[in-house]
């Protein structure tokens, strides 16, 4: 049997019931991690990722991983105490965390409602900011490094008009990846981004349901498709992995083209 890239390891993933966080779950399950699902508001769907992320295990060998969830608001700082202590409980510290938790909002900017953009600034920025130092604090205290990936967004570094919250939110969890970075590299602790481009999830359902609408999402991409959230956790399990030991302050867009300014495939400006 392969060794397992992630044996024993302890995880935290925020906003891990659906979506790209279900994916990343099943996926480290299968590396030999036990995992932490956090949901917000929607049980059932943690639940089915737990059935899931036990199954991934077993059929992997592992019984027991002890796989649990937990329930939380990264956007309240009360909530992330209460979640980071359940962890300490249930597995003695952590490992790793991946910081997945995000919402989207649509308005044009100059209309948007303040209090939506704080919404969305405060989970997917200030959620990831929250976990990340009480992750690192218990880094630190166990004394052996420790992991952080980020998901952010192809909007990391492409503007969005009409979601100017979630545009600041992913541009400045960059800058967030790169700080954490550079100040605990020296403790053994590595700080990564994931920047996704067009997935097909709950989130994006309004176009990857739609048949018309996915054509048209489709054509704006290099590759000519839309991703898969297993595609996107591959990712995620390598920058977690000890096969990128030697990474941090990064992020890897996983958009199959969509940074490469598609627009300029073909030639039109010479």
Known sequence: MAERKLEG???????????IGRAVAIRFAQ???????????????????????????ISAGISNAGHFIVQADVGEEGDVK?????????????????NNAGIQMEAPSAE????????????NLGG??????????????????????NCSSVHEIIPKPGYLGYSLSKGAMGNLTRTLALEYADRGIR?????????VTDMNASWADDPVQRAIVDEHIPLGRAAEADEI????????????????????????????????????AS
């Open 191 to 199: 700080v990564n981004g994931v920047g996704p481009g067009a997935t």
């Open 82 to 98: 209460r979640m980071f202590e359940d962890v300490d409980t249930r597995f003695a510290g952590i490992d790793i965390l991946i």
């Open 233 to 268: 956790a591959a990712a995620f399990l390598f920058l977690a992995s000890s096969e990128a030991s030697y990474i941090t302050g990064q992020t890897l867009y996983v958009c199959g083209g969509i940074t490469l300014y598609a627009d300029f495939q073909k030639n039109w």
């Open 31 to 57: 590396e030999g991690a036990r995992i932490a699902i956090n949901y917000q508001g929607n049980s059932k769907a943690a639940e089915e990722c737990l059935k899931l992320a036990e199954a991934a295990s």
């Open 128 to 149: 990831a900011v929250a976990c990340s130092q009480a992750a690192i604090r218990r880094f630190l205290a166990q004394g052996k490094g420790g992991v952080i990936v």
């Open 9 to 19: 390891r302890r995880v935290l993933i925020t906003g891990a019931s659906r979506g």
């Open 112 to 123: 948007a409602d303040p209090k939506d953009i704080d919404r969305v600034l405060r989970i």
